[in-house]
């Protein structure tokens, strides 16, 4: 069975404090794995794909890696409005391929 | 485009009351998905379909759950009877293929069952 596991729960930075989001996972045949952020009340939004080991995606302030166990969301100089839960999620390349199996997120707070 | 439409919002409902929630997904995508969100179990897949077929309900709690999908523009999920453990915020989402895609998702609708 896939699992997820995303390190730390909330994570509280200073406006300007670079730091970084983990993402544990294990699946017998990565499809992908995804990056979602979720603002109170809403549902989940696409950030990022990572297909393989190595492969690195940037937005922003975001830049997402990804190696054979885990994946790290960094997020350089972060803004107040960065504040939301990051979510990850991954799928196989199983018979249950359309699947998503997320983690249960960190909650990021950025202070000004 | 306006995304994928879910209603309603909000939904109290009292115990052993059935629940109706709608969700209406982007036009031309051709995969739709329920999930739960709890704080205790995260984010869950209930059922998947594509071109309108359940392909996995797997994930559908119990019998009380049901979900249809008569046409490639509309899907409900139901719940006969309610019970207070169903309070949870319910998400559609869809994507233009059932893998490899991102998945966009509705607003949600958070319900609570008294």
């Known amino acids: 069975e896939d699992q997820v596991t995303q390190s730390p729960e909330a994570l509280r930075l200073q406006e300007g404090e670079s730091s970084s989001l983990n993402c544990s996972y294990t699946?017998?045949?990565?499809?992908?794995l995804f990056w979602y952020r979720q603002d109170p009340g809403k549902g989940p939004e696409f950030l990022f794909t990572?297909?393989?080991a190595g492969e690195e995606k940037e937005k922003e302030r975001l830049k997402a890696t990804l190696t054979k166990k885990e994946s790290f969301l960094h997020i350089t100089a972060p803004k107040p409005e960065d504040s939301a839960t990051y979510l990850c999620?991954?799928?196989?390349?199983?018979?249950?391929?359309?699947?998503?199996?997320f983690g249960k997120g960190t909650l990021l707070t950025v202070n000004p | 485009d306006a995304g994928v439409i879910q209603s309603p919002r909000h939904e109290v409902t009292e115990m052993g009351q059935e629940v109706t929630l709608r969700c209406k997904p982007i036009?031309?995508?051709?995969?739709l998905f329920w999930y739960r969100q709890t704080m205790m179990r995260g984010l869950e897949l209930l059922i998947y379909f594509n071109n309108n077929v359940p392909i996995d309900d797997s994930g559908m709690p119990e019998d009380r759950f049901s979900a249809k999908m008569p046409n490639a523009s509309f899907s409900t999920l139901k719940i006969q009877p309610s019970e207070p453990r169903d309070s949870a915020v319910y998400f559609c989402?869809?994507?233009?293929?059932?893998?490899?895609?991102?998945?966009?998702f509705g607003s949600g609708t958070r319900l609570t069952v008294v």
């Open positions: 989402a869809s994507s233009p293929e059932g893998w490899g895609g991102s998945y966009t």
């Open positions: 699946v017998s045949g990565l499809r992908g």
């Open positions: 999620a991954v799928q196989d390349s199983g018979g249950s391929n359309y699947k998503l199996t």
């Open positions: 990572l297909y393989s």
């Open positions: 036009s031309g995508h051709n995969s």
